[in-house]
């Protein structure tokens, strides 16, 4: 209720329109129990009984609207709440950034997003609902039995505890089971996902035998856990429906001795009889869906964990100025330590990137070179020193303004399912296509696009599975071009192609480099060689920077770096 406010208009709709439900229930057994006392007793003729049964007629057809209407406004509040939670838990997973879910299960996160969300449907729509109503309408008929008959009312109000009592105490173990189950299928999502996203190299390594009978054991857990959530329901099921029954058989045994002691009128007495049950309904209604309002509440409690974690950056929106034309970036004594971790991942980094050069950042692995292009792309805030461009605080501009003068070529670039045109135009989404088009033959792209059965309308499928390696490159390279941002980072691009392919792709970034400030990954020597200038990270500290020549002739940490590359050649 604190993370959805629409949710309250909705609950208290339900709820309301719950209340006058019962008040029509009371209204439709009063009618009924007269036209009984007078029909049987009293003798009546229809001409006499008329207006009674009108009266009761349209209690029932209002008590039937008053429900339908309150399954149409709690379903709608469901389906608001929903749309709603599941928007923000995405738009903070991505505000989160890669800092955050590289160190989740994509299947897990997928499954909390869709199942999760979707198992909070009967938890708002039917069990916070029926959660007020198993108080509120059990005391509005306990209000209305004491002007008929206090004996009764006080009888059922004295039994009515022993179901909430009951409902806890087997509903405790049934929780513990339901939290058991979601993790299991939050387990089996990511361990699926995982198998069908690497399904080509269990295939190649000739592991899928092995890997169907983990998919078997991950199957049974899931399903052993689901048939012991079930049965500790259906448990509380058959203990509430005992309890309620013994409840209202007490209430009838008692009722039928005062009538043979001529101690009640049998109106009285009827009418009584015949809203017992409907006391004892909505505490029945509670045990039915207390089932659900565990499936949602396992569920809801790690999807407001996600919307609980504080975001890694700033979302203010930025108090000055984007700079324009090149930028000159400095890093000023930036620190970053992961949380958990003993050693900062970053500490005391002074770096300058001068504008319209190329820097490339070498240092084994662990140095601390993702986290320093991670603070640059603002998927993370430094927590000491600061990043200025052009002497501006990039922590002052929004962080959507500072991405925009931002382009990446990974190493492994991700493209989507569509056609390879949408894949280009995620860099700039209001491109036309002439631009996109331009930037592919910028790219060395469009040579191998237009070859495809449908050019540049191709589809490409998830993750590119129609190109290649270096076809995949070049199309992440025609995004940087179409983006044509002043400072570019790449993740040593050509580290896993052929030499045709390599070539290609070379032609293009250097093309791509012209008039930029960049940052690249760098994993081999051909890429050093051509920067303008080397920084070296060693455990997280900037060990030295100058140009190749001058750092072996130091025989410092970079030499070291050069000898242990030639070696492996070796």
């Not at 198992?119 to 209000?143: C, E, H, N």
């Not at 002007?147 to 105490?169: E, G």
């Not at 060689?529 to 970079?558: C, F, K, M, Q, S």
Request: charged residues 20%.
């Amino acid at each position: 209720m604190r993370q959805i406010k629409p949710a309250r208009i909705f609950l208290g709709g339900t709820i309301a329109l719950g209340m006058l439900g019962a008040v029509a229930t009371i209204a439709q057994m009063l009618f009924l129990s007269m036209v009984v006392d007078r029909v049987f007793l009293a003798g009546e003729s229809l001409e006499g009984m008329r207006t009674l049964l009108l009266l009761l007629l349209g209690s029932i057809v209002l008590r039937s609207g008053l429900l339908w209407l309150r399954e149409v406004v709690a379903q709608r509040g469901a389906v608001r709440v929903k749309n709603e939670l599941r928007e923000r838990l995405f738009a903070h997973l991505m505000r989160l950034g890669p800092g955050y879910t590289g160190g989740e299960r994509t299947g897990e996160l997928v499954a909390t997003a869709v199942e999760g969300v979707e198992r909070l449907d009967a938890y708002v729509g039917r069990y916070l609902p029926q959660m007020a109503l198993s108080a509120f309408v059990p005391l509005l008929i306990f209000a209305y039995l004491l002007s008929v008959d206090p004996i009764s009312a006080v009888l059922l109000l004295a039994t009515a505890p022993a179901i909430p009592v009951l409902m806890v105490l087997v509903g405790s173990h049934a929780e513990e089971q339901m939290q058991g189950q979601w993790a299991a299928l939050s387990r089996m999502s990511a361990h699926f996902l995982d198998v069908l996203q690497g399904l080509p190299t269990l295939k190649i390594f000739g592991r899928g035998a092995a890997e169907r009978e983990r998919v078997a054991e991950v199957s049974d857990e899931f399903r052993e856990r689901t048939l012991k959530v079930l049965r500790y329901a259906f448990l509380s099921g058959f203990v509430l429906e005992f309890i309620a029954t013994l409840s209202i058989a007490l209430v009838a045994v008692a009722l039928g001795v005062r009538l043979l002691i001529g101690n009640i009128p049998f109106e009285a007495a009827f009418l009584v009889l015949l809203l017992a049950p409907e006391f004892f309904r909505p505490l029945r209604e509670l045990g039915v869906h207390r089932h659900a309002g565990m499936e949602g509440k396992a569920s809801a409690n790690r999807i407001f964990e996600i919307l609980n974690t504080p975001t890694p950056v700033s979302t203010d929106p930025g108090t000055v100025t984007q700079p324009s034309g090149l930028l000159s970036i400095e890093f000023g004594d930036v620190g970053y330590g992961y949380p958990g971790s003993e050693r900062p991942a970053l500490s005391g980094v002074d770096l300058t990137l001068p504008a319209g050069t190329c820097t490339a950042l070498v240092g084994r692995s662990g140095a601390g070179k993702s986290t320093l292009v991670n603070l640059l792309m603002r998927f993370l805030d430094p927590e000491n020193g600061r990043i200025t461009a052009n002497g501006v605080p990039i922590t002052d501009l929004s962080v959507e303004s500072w991405r925009e003068s931002l382009a990446l070529v990974p190493q492994r670039p991700y493209l989507f399912y569509g056609s390879v045109l949408e894949n280009i135009r995620l860099a700039r989404p209001a491109a036309t296509r002439e631009e996109i088009e331009q930037a592919a033959e910028m790219a060395g792209a469009s040579e191998f696009i237009e070859h495809l059965p449908r050019g540049y309308d191709t589809e490409v499928g998830e993750r590119g599975v129609r190109l290649s390696g270096g076809e995949a490159q070049r199309v992440a390279i025609a995004r940087a071009f179409l983006k044509d941002a002043p400072v570019l980072i790449m993740d040593e691009s050509t580290s896993s192609l052929d030499p045709e392919s390599e070539r290609l792709i070379g032609v293009a970034l250097e093309r791509l480099m012209r008039d930029r400030t960049v940052l690249v990954i760098a994993h081999r020597m051909n890429t050093v060689y051509r920067a303008d200038r080397i920084a070296v990270l060693e455990t997280g500290r900037l060990a030295e920077v100058g140009v190749h020549a001058d750092l072996v002739e130091r025989g410092g940490p970079y030499a070291n770096l050069v000898g242990t590359y030639k070696r492996t050649l070796a």
